[in-house]
């Protein structure tokens, strides 16, 4: 293991290992954490407690998460002095741990860093937002059937462009940019939007859909306008599917063409829409998509979106990954006007730790804490955001809605 200046590594933990790139877990994996800022600590802790209860409900004390805080953001800087939001054996650390887990963070007002949520996910090569958006019965929400959203979206994280600058890939002109850039900047860089950065993105949502029993993969594009960017990740998204999952897809040109419109038992349709397009489609007809794959603004658009039609992003989860190591986090800003009133929903991070323990294998957590979490929402015990929306329902703060969560396991 490596030193670390202020992170300290649990003593009775052991460091997950990656053997033939998957993930092998021990019993007392270490799991770092970074608290975030603004709300960050109250949603933190009441998240950590929920984990800890599950974890315990399930295995009975046979395992444990064996916690590990490691920073960026405000506290980094309180730590490390010198403008230090994101420290680089913070960075070091979830390379070496694979697994993190953190709260909402401060975007630093100036130069340096644009974003510390952006700039983990390219430091770290975590090529794929993942954003699962499901309604649970009893949240307020504007829709007259919430129920039928129950969709996963893969952001492309890495890559983009949306300056309407853009070369067909692998022309002079795009090629004559790139070398400009090599020779004058010293910097290496892949293409606004590759096939090799798109075709990961979607690869990784066909085996999503797979694994999970899930009948379609939706891309989402702007290949209407964009031909040569987000075109191309459409053509991309259907080459990676149809060569590398062939006997396990069936575009929607096959569907019509070769089995008259009636989809085959066992297989996943794939599908694409325009973007603008899928936002109607997302509010009319909702049922008819599962898993959505998109490059990386589009994905943060639609993710929002969607999100609000199930309650908000309160109880909106997320996490970037790639293979073999992921940051799972809430999806909301800061908040600091709530800092330290016990106040905010904390369910995006506990949501986040229902992926996080899927993630790890550790499934039964996460179903415990699933739904424990939609039988407090259900009986109407929720904390502000939702009390003022939902009537006869019963205020509580922060750490008590984490309790009533871990009452109802």
Known sequence: MLNYQHIKIPQDGEKIRIVNNRLKVPKNPIIAFIEGDGTGPDIWRASKRVFDAAVEKAFNGKKKISWMEIYAGEKAVALYGNNAWLPDETVEAIKEFSVAIKGPLTTPIG??????????????????????????????????????????????????????????????????????????????????????????????????????????????????????????FKEWGYKVATSEFRELVVTEDELWSQYNGKMPEGKILIKDRIADSMFQQLLLRPSEYEVVATPNLNGDYLSDAAAAQVGGLGIAPGANMSYTTAIFEATHGTAPKYANQDKVNPGSVILSGVMMFNFIGWGKVSRIIEKAMKKTIKSKVVTYDFARLLKNSKEVKCSEFASEIIKNM
């Open 111 to 232: 130069g340096g860093i644009r974003s510390l949520n952006v700039s983990l996910r390219q430091l770290l090569d975590l090529f794929a937002c993942v954003r699962p958006v499901k309604y649970y019965a009893g949240t307020p929400s504007p829709m007259k059937k919430p129920q039928d959203m129950n969709i996963v979206i893969f952001r492309e994280n890495t890559e983009d462009v949306y300056s309407g600058i853009e070369f067909k890939s692998d022309t002079e002109d795009s090629n004559k940019l790139i070398d400009f850039i090599n020779e004058s900047f010293n910097k290496k860089i892949r293409k606004p939007m590759s096939e090799f950065g798109s075709s990961r993105l979607v690869k990784k949502a066909i085996e999503f859909a797979r694994d999970n029993k899930r009948g379609s993969v939706t891309l989402v594009h702007k290949g209407n306008i964009m031909k040569f960017t987000e075109g191309s």
